[in-house]
């Protein structure tokens, strides 16, 4: 799977995802730093976002545990970062000031990565790094029904 595959991949799967949750978004063509942008009736607002994918884990720093990641740039136009797993189908969903917050790595070149270890528990010994279990109230589908409001509901056809 070429990595245009795989970040084609990601942003449907966010697609999906919201579409599930009756929220209406809608893929960019251009590679500007943003992706997709969403409309939450609710409050009438259309929020940008950027979508980065990874196939699968791989082991931290080559050898060590696994562990998934993801680089953006610091100073991303998009307003919320969302992060995919396709091998679990996983989504998270940051404000881009979460996301700049939680990443533990930092480039002098403009970029961050956020990244955490996968498995039943933290792996033995490892002090810096976060673990999936802490970054689960950031999960898609608990975070996108408050970020993105819906609307009042159907409109009731009253008098007719």
């Not at 700049?100 to 790595?105: D, E, G, K, S």
């Amino acid at each position: 799977m070429s990595t245009q595959h795989i970040g084609a991949a990601g942003e449907l799967l966010v697609q999906y995802r919201l579409l599930k949750l009756e929220i209406d978004s809608a893929r960019l063509t251009t590679d500007s730093g943003v992706d997709l942008v969403v409309y939450a009736p609710g409050n009438g607002t259309a929020t940008t976002v950027q979508v980065k994918t990874v196939r699968e884990p791989t082991p931290a720093g080559g050898r060590g545990a696994p562990a998934i990641g993801w680089t953006f740039p610091h100073a991303s136009p998009a307003q919320m970062l969302a992060v995919v797993l396709l091998s679990t189908d996983m989504v998270w969903l940051f404000t881009m000031d979460e996301a700049r917050l939680l990443a533990q790595q930092h480039s002098e070149k403009g970029a961050r990565r956020l990244y955490w270890y996968v498995g039943a528990e933290k792996p033995a010994g490892v002090r810096v790094g976060l673990h999936q279990a802490e970054v689960e109230r950031y999960r898609l589908e608990r975070r996108a029904p408050h970020l993105f409001p819906a609307g009042p509901g159907p409109v009731e056809n009253i008098g007719a």
